[in-house]
């Protein structure tokens, strides 16, 4: 029985110790937040399960496998090391780390101990993303040319973290998971209007290949949009993760184009207009598929898809993101 400690009972904490605590190989051992009304969540919840205040009583206990870190990006690099360092597993939630620097010192702490670092990147999770990966992998939507994905909402405005940092992890671990080459530059603009941190922004990403990735994020939005369009040399397929049913459509659309030898100059466009069909997509609780993997991977002593190195990789584009953020628009190399 592998046993779990979770720092953190904010937000997405309930969710995690509720997973963990209902699979067959786990238990969730003690719960820490340094909110003291997050007990009485917690024993209406889950009344055998013990409540702290102090994260060290998680972290040093000799009786705890592995340690949840559901808490700030700024506080996530002292939690895991601390857990690491103390012989723990680490499950932490996204973005992985504050900056690049950390997440390798994270990484080589993990190697150095034989330990599992898994960064929740639920999305991979989801039947929809999981579907998608394979379309591309299979090669039915063909060389890929272009990633677009609109995350934009009123709100939940953060304090302590920008728009980018706050919402592009998602879709960064996403384009991350089904592009298979790295990217190569990135450029981003954004402006601050309401508390001092930017809350709206984009992102460009530039990969080998002519491929282009963009992620736009926004906390002012008067609609809330969920959507990802990702164009192919031989289709186009559109991911719309508001909608109830048919999330994914694959579209047989696309556009060639071809020199006539008399004249160079004058190109020959072709329009491509097929069928539109919705692939059938997986219902599960990403949280649980991804939980369930946790223990798994530790079991088997096998290194998760998103573990520390594909957490590394979105905030290693996130750090470009900011500093080319901060120089409007410059050019950052990976």
């Keep these: 029985m592998m046993r779990i400690g979770v720092i953190g009972y904010g937000y997405w904490g309930p969710n995690i110790v509720r997973n963990f605590h209902t699979h067959e190989g786990s238990e969730v051992a003690l719960v820490c937040d340094k909110n003291a009304k997050a007990a009485e969540r917690l024993r209406k919840a889950h009344p055998s399960i013990p409540f702290t205040t102090d994260p060290m009583d998680i972290l040093t206990s000799p009786r705890i496998d592995a340690v949840a870190v559901v808490t700030p990006v700024w506080t996530h690099f002292e939690l895991a090391k601390a857990a690491l360092e103390n012989g723990k597993h680490v499950f932490v939630e996204k973005p992985f780390t504050c900056s690049v620097a950390q997440g390798e010192e994270l990484i080589e702490l993990a190697d150095r101990k034989n330990l599992q670092i898994m960064v929740d990147h639920t999305f991979l999770f989801t039947g929809a993303v999981r579907k998608i990966r394979q379309l591309v992998e299979e090669g039915a939507l063909g060389d890929l040319y272009y990633y677009d994905s609109l995350r934009v909402n009123l709100g939940l405005f953060q304090h302590d973290i920008n728009v980018i940092w706050d919402l592009a992890p998602h879709d960064l671990s996403i ?147 900011e500093k080319s953020v901060r120089n409007r628009g410059e050019v950052v190399t990976l």
């Excluded at 963009?214 to 008067?222: A, D, I, K, Q, R």
């Excluded at 909608?243 to 491509?272: C, F, W």
């Design 175 to 321: 384009m991350d998971h089904v592009i298979r080459e790295r990217p190569e530059a990135v450029v981003a603009t954004g402006e601050k209007h309401l508390n001092g941190v930017e809350d709206v922004a984009f992102i460009t990403i530039y990969f080998p290949k002519r491929i282009i990735a963009h992620v736009n994020v926004n906390w002012l939005s008067p609609v809330k949009v969920r959507t990802t369009l990702i164009g192919g040399e031989k289709k186009m397929l559109v991911w719309n993760d508001l909608e109830a049913d048919e999330k994914i459509r694959v579209y047989d659309k696309g556009v060639s184009m071809s020199t006539n030898p008399a004249n160079l100059h004058q190109l020959l466009v072709s329009y491509r207009s097929g069928d539109m069909w919705a692939p059938q997509v997986e219902q599960v609780e990403a949280l649980r598929a991804e939980t369930a993997y946790f223990l798994k991977c530790i079991a088997e002593n096998v290194k998760p898809l998103n573990d520390g190195h594909a957490g590394l990789r979105v905030v290693r584009i996130l750090e470009a993101a």
